[in-house]
């Protein structure tokens, strides 16, 4: 029996060793690269890269040939909440418990801290394409990594976050919103990890539509931390979905019916994996642990 706690903390040690050594490597201004560090060795569940090596295990893989993908990954997502945290994103002072990046460095080098995780991530990708793994696939990881992050996918879903403050917008349209602020990289991170595990197309398939179920009831939970946990408990201002007049998913179908919705969401991740062994006992266990979970 998987333990999942266990389990969580033990990949989010390694994943940390693995970014702790690309940062020390980081050729740049002393305090760009302290500024990187700050925010990627700064905390944070590393959800995205347990997954990427989680789903790379599944189809048979060793972890090890995922391993520069799932820095590569955090990277982008530790890029994306320095970003979001800016004064002209979401302006928030409170990141995982400290101070956000821009309070530590300054606008300017918190930017740049952002450019260079976000860059350096596709370096990483590109030179763990030593471990074995056919240059092809890895370019398709790199390809798909790109869109998921760039305007297709979480840069452009941030862009329509922005524009429907303050609008009532359908769930059809909320949907699809996070399907790509937040989405696009849970699913890059699945199929990217099971891809370079030499996963086949039917496996990746499924694991896209586990990606899509686990992704939106990541979302849905969010929101509903945003209306139920305390800033001290989540280590980042709540609350502020309403303050901004965001639509979420409590606020369009109510607490009960979201948490019921996440709950289907959990289960329709675990059919997506009916084709699976125990080897995927780890996916299914973070699907629930993303539905449960408290922070
Ligand atoms: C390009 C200026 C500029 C800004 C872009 C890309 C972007 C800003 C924002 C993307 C939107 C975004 C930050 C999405 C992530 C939303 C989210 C719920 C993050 C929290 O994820 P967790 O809970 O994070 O997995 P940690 O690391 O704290 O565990």
């Known amino acids: 029996m998987l333990q999942l706690d266990r389990y969580l903390k033990e990949r989010a040690a390694l994943v940390e060793r693995a970014l702790s050594k690309v940062i020390e490597s980081c050729g740049a201004d002393a305090r760009l690269c302290e500024a990187m560090r700050y925010s990627l060795l700064g905390g944070g569940k590393r959800l995205r890269p347990i997954l990427a090596l989680a789903s790379c295990e599944a189809v048979g893989g060793a972890h090890e040939r995922a391993m520069g993908f799932a820095c590569a990954v955090e ?118 990890g099971a891809r370079l595990g030499g996963g086949s197309a039917a496996q990746l398939s499924s694991l896209d539509e586990y990606a899509r179920a686990l992704g939106l009831a990541f979302q849905v939970i969010d929101d509903l931390l945003d209306v139920e946990a305390t800033t001290e408990q989540m280590g980042k201002r709540t609350g502020k979905d309403e303050a901004a007049g965001k639509a979420t998913f409590p606020s369009l179908m109510g607490a009960e019916r979201s948490r019921e919705f996440a709950r289907e969401l959990d289960r329709a991740a675990h059919r997506a994996l009916a084709d699976f062994d125990g080897r995927a006992d780890p996916l299914r266990a973070v699907a629930t642990f993303v539905v449960e979970r408290k922070l």
């Open 75 to 192: 990277m982008i997502h530790n890029y994306s909440l320095i970003h979001d945290d800016l004064p002209c994103m979401d302006d928030d002072d409170l990141r995982h418990g400290r101070p956000s990046n821009h309070k530590v460095y300054g606008e300017a080098i918190a930017t740049l801290s952002g450019d260079g995780l976000l860059t350096d991530a596709f370096n990483v990708l590109a030179r763990s394409a030593s471990d074995g793994v056919p240059a092809a696939i890895v370019l398709e990881t790199v390809a798909e990594l790109a869109h998921a992050a760039g305007s297709g996918g979480m840069v452009g879903g941030q862009v329509i976050d922005l524009q429907s403050e303050g609008l009532t917008l359908s769930l059809d349209e909320l949907r699809h919103l996070h399907s790509r602020k937040t989405g696009a990289l849970f699913r890059a991170s699945i199929v990217g």
